[in-house]
C-alpha cells in the first residue's frame, strides 16, 4: 500500500514540476517581450502626402479626351512645394502619361493602370527622383472617337 502511494505522489510530483516550469516559461517569455518591446526605437509611419492636380483634360489614342479630377500620393509633404512651383510640368507629363494609351484601352481597367504607370514614370523622370507613388483618378470621363 506505501508503495502504491509513493507512485502517485511521485507521479503528481512530476505533474506539478512540469507545471510549474512552463508556468516560468510563460512568464519569462512575458517579461522578456515587454522588455525587448521597450528597447525597441519608435518607428514613426510616415503620412503619404497628396497634392490635386485638379480636374485634367488630356488626349488619349483614336481621337478620344479623358477628363478626370487627378490626385498624386507622393514621397511626403515636403515635396508639395515642388509640385506647385511646377504644376504646369506636372500637367504636362500627365498629358504625355494619358498619350501614350490606346484609345480602345482606356475604358478598361488594365488601361487606366497603364495610364497611372505612365504618368508615374513621366513625372519621376522629370522630376529626376521618384516622388511620385500613386496615381488616383476620380470622374473619368472618356469623349470622342
Known amino acids: 500500500m ?3 502511494r ?4 511521485n507521479g503528481a ?26 528597447t525597441q526605437p519608435d518607428q514613426q509611419v510616415e503620412q503619404p502626402a497628396y497634392v490635386s492636380l485638379g480636374r485634367v483634360v488630356a488626349q488619349v489614342g483614336g481621337g478620344r479626351f479623358v477628363r478626370t479630377d ?9 515635396y508639395t512645394g515642388l509640385f506647385q512651383q511646377h504644376h504646369v510640368q506636372v500637367l504636362e507629363g ?6 501614350q494609351v490606346p484609345g480602345d ?14 504618368i508615374i514614370a513621366h513625372l519621376n523622370h ?20
Open 105 to 118: 484601352d482606356i475604358y478598361s481597367l488594365e488601361g487606366k493602370k497603364a495610364a497611372q504607370e505612365a
Open 70 to 78: 487627378i490626385q498624386l500620393e507622393i514621397s511626403g509633404p515636403e
Open 13 to 38: 510530483n512530476t505533474v506539478l514540476i512540469g507545471s510549474l516550469a512552463v508556468l516560468i516559461f510563460i512568464a519569462g517569455s512575458i517579461a522578456g517581450f515587454f522588455i525587448w518591446k521597450q
Open 2 to 4: 506505501t508503495t502504491q
Open 6 to 9: 509513493r507512485d502517485t505522489r
Open 126 to 145: 522629370y522630376f529626376e527622383a521618384p516622388l511620385v507613388e500613386r496615381v488616383y483618378f476620380s470622374d473619368f470621363l472618356v469623349a470622342g472617337g
Open 94 to 99: 500627365v498629358r504625355r502619361g494619358f498619350s
